[in-house]
């Protein structure tokens, strides 16, 4: 299946999440982004946040960010 989305990962050094554009540049999350992620065939919107994790939240539920994965999103 397609997805046409576009890969995210967490890059320690900036500890942060990078979104990567797939023309060769990257976009650093910040907490408060939102943008959606690829989750059962479809994509969900979410806000990107940090408090001792990274974490997504969609309505009024949080997941924490795995940062050895790397995540389907769209911006």
Wanted: glycine content about 8%.
């Amino acid at each position: 299946m397609l997805t046409m989305g576009n890969s995210m990962s967490y890059d320690a050094g900036l500890d942060r999440w990078i979104v990567d554009l797939g023309d060769g540049s990257d976009y650093p999350l910040h907490c408060g982004d939102s943008i959606s992620i690829f989750i059962t065939n479809t994509f969900i919107r979410f806000r990107i946040e940090y408090d001792r994790e990274w974490h997504i939240c969609i309505g009024n539920v949080k997941f924490n960010l795995r940062k050895q994965a790397r995540y389907t999103v769209r911006m």
